[in-house]
Structures are given as C-alpha cells and as structure tokens.
C-alpha cells in the first residue's frame, strides 16, 4: 500500500527507478590501462586518492582485470555490482555518490546551456574540462574527489575492499565510453538531460535582451540583431612571402640579412597555420594553447631553419650548445613543448604524482614481469638496457635511450608506461 506523501518523495523514487540503467559485465583486460579520458583518471583519483589500503585496491585491480565484475547497475545516487572472489563466491557490492541538489543541477544546467560547444561535446561522449572548471567555480563538483566514494560491500572488509575497488575500476572504463554515466550518478538521465539543455537553450535565444539604457551592447550582439556576420575569409592556397631585403642600396654590417628573412617567413608560416586553425570547423570550442616561451619558440625555428649559421645563432641565443639545440629539437618533434620539458625539466614529482606513477607503473605490467627500474626525481631507469622512462608534468611517459654516453629522445609519449618503454627508437 502506498502512502500520501505531500512532499512527492515516492514519486520521485519511482523516477530514479525508472532512470536506473545496467550495463553488461566487461570481458577481462589485461594489460591495458583502465582509463583514458580525463574524466576517467579523475575518476580513479578519487578512489585511488582516498583509499587508506594500497594492497586492497592494487588487488581490487586485479579482479578487475581478470572479468571479476559482473553487470553493473547505475543510478542516481550508486552503483551495485556482484564481484566474484577467485574462488567463486559472489559479493554485492555498492559504491554510493553524492546526488546533485536542484540548486546543483540549474547551475550546472545553466552553464552549459549558455555554450552550445558544452552541449555538443557531451552529445559526442566528450566532457569539457572548461565545463569541469565553469561548474567548480560556480561551486558544483562534476567530478568526485577524496572521500566522494561511499564503498558498502557484503565482505565485511572496511574502507575500499578489493570488490569496492574493482567496481570503480571496471566503472573508469564504463565512464571512458559514456561520461552520461557519471551524470546519472549525480541524479539526471541522459534524456531528461538533453531535453532539459535543449529547451534551456531555446528559451535562452528567444529571450529579449534589454540593456540598460546607458549600457553599450556586444558587437557580436549587434551584428546577430540587426544582419548576420559576414562569412570567414578564403583561407589563401599557401603563406605569404615577405619582401626580399637584398636591395641595392646595401645593408648595415651588422644586419643578418639571411637572418632576418628567415624569420619573416617564418613569421608568415606561422600566421597562416593560425588562420588555418581559426577557420576550421568547431575553432570557437577548442581551448586555447599556452603561448610559447622565447627559448621555445627558439627550438621551433631552429627545427624549421635550413641555413647553419641561423641554426648556430639561435641555439648561443639560447645559451645551448650545437649539440644541445640539436637534441633540443629532436625532443619538440616528438612532442612540442611538453617533450621539450620532458628534455630539459628535471624535476622532482610530489608525494601525490609519485603515488600515482607507481599505481600506474604496477598497473602496467600486472600480468607480466615487471622491469627493474630506479627512479631518480621523475625518471625512471632499467638497469643495464640503455633505457629510461620520464614522467611529464602533464602526466604521460617519454621514452629515452642511452646513445654516444647521453639520454636521447626515442618517440612521442603514452599514457602509460609500457606503451612508451616499448616505443621503437626513432631514426
């Protein structure tokens, strides 16, 4: 028999009923990393971050890996899966998650309805992280943190038992394929979702916009009130050319002539990889990358200059050596500047980076055996190969080898480590 209840909390347990969704269980996935979006690691963070058992969650792991965890039901407010010990017997478990407040919710949902590159991105399975970092600033946590894992399991073990663990592992991969998943954690299905952004996004365009009468009003405003923007520019067939600066007239002595065309082409090809960019499809939703350094920029052009004599003058620019600007170069063409940091940045992992490379370096090569490395600050070394592992400040690992008595860059880097210990030595 159901009861009157006058604040309408049966109907909205028959809601989040009706919201609960199941997922088949994983097959085993050995040797591959649990997650690879960012929300996913974020996700791992969390558990990994508040567990206060390290063996419990490497073992939680493990039963990940080996298809322990069977189909996973979720909705808003938790998980439930049954997780099978290696001798068979069966244990529920549930990992519970803070819900959303409506307040929350209109603040999140209002964020997003005022980027259409929001909506589109979560439609294409993708998290923003500007969305993460709007959210957060208007005081809405998306993503868990340390402690936002409410692990119950009938094991009777205390904090994140293996089972509790294998479940938030199996969930990073489950999350990879489909952030809605955390979403209806928080207490919203993807339907009631999209069809919420859409009519908030509706609302928001058919809105009068009156500004105060001794207010301006946006250009882009403007533009969209009174006729449409014009169409973008032709993107040219190919870079400008700048003038040549061998005249007649001569030059002063200490004028690099060749130098100085060279960095005015430069200048050019660089101008129109930029506009190439502002005209792609979906530029306005892309972040923004960190402008380059002065040395950096230098490595750049010294990877694009022919003439010695300009490839000398930028490395004493730089205060590097031939040979160091030459190694300096071979590092940003595997990876820009982060790979130029991973050259030259020796840097010293905090106790919380270095708990999670060694979670990562275990993870790695769980079912196989490991490596002998040993880690000087953020690099790590196997003994008698000639090869070594640097960790990023961004989080990814960068092959090196031992060649002529020095550690030279051997390819892009991977998430994980085994990926990039195997990386082939690149001509």
Known sequence: MTTHDPHGRHEKREKRGQQEKTFPALPPAPGRAFARTWWGHAWLR?????????EQVRQGRQYARSGAVGAVSVRPGGLTAVVRDRDGTAHRTDVLVQEFTEA??????????????????????????????????????????????????????????PHAAALCYQVAR????????LLLLRGRGERDLVG??????????????????????PAVQAYAVRRPLPPPPR?????????????????????????????????????????AQALAPGHADRTAPAPLTVAEDAVRLTGEADDVRVRSRLA??????????????RAWGFGAAPGLAALEDDWTPDRTTLARARA??????????????????????????GRQLR????????????????????????????????????G
Request: glycine share 8%; net charge negative.
């Open 360 to 385: 990562a370096l275990s993870a790695a090569w769980a079912d196989e055996e490991a490596p002998v490395l040993r880690r000087v600050r953020a690099r790590w070394t196997e003994a008698g190969t």
């Open 104 to 161: 929350e919710w209109d603040r999140l949902l209002g964020l997003a309805a005022e980027e259409s590159g929001y909506i589109a991105a979560l439609l294409d399975r993708e998290v923003p992280p500007e969305l993460a970092e709007d959210a957060a600033a208007a005081g809405v946590e998306l993503l868990p943190g340390i402690g936002d894992l409410d692990p119950r399991c009938d094991c009777g073990e205390w904090d994140h038992c």
């Open 235 to 275: 993107l040219p067939d190919a870079p400008g050319q700048p003038p040549t600066l061998d005249t007649e007239g001569g030059t002063e002595p200490e004028l690099d002539v060749d130098a100085v065309e060279f960095l005015a082409q430069a200048a050019a090809n660089e101008a129109y990889r930029l506009l």
């Open 316 to 329: 004493a620019a730089t205060g590097r050596s031939r040979a160091d600007m030459e190694l300096a170069v």
């Open 174 to 181: 489950l999350l990879d394929q489909d952030p809605f998943v």
């Open 391 to 426: 960790l990023g400040r961004e989080g990814r690992w960068w092959p090196y080898r031992r060649e002529g008595g020095r550690w030279i860059p051997a390819g892009p880097s991977a998430p994980d480590p085994a990926s990039a210990m195997e990386a082939r030595p690149a």
């Open 196 to 217: 919420e952004l859409e009519e908030r996004s509706t609302a928001g365009a058919q809105a009068p916009r009156v500004p105060p009468a001794d207010a301006g009003v």
């Open 46 to 54: 969390a558990l990994e971050d508040s567990a206060l058992d390290g």
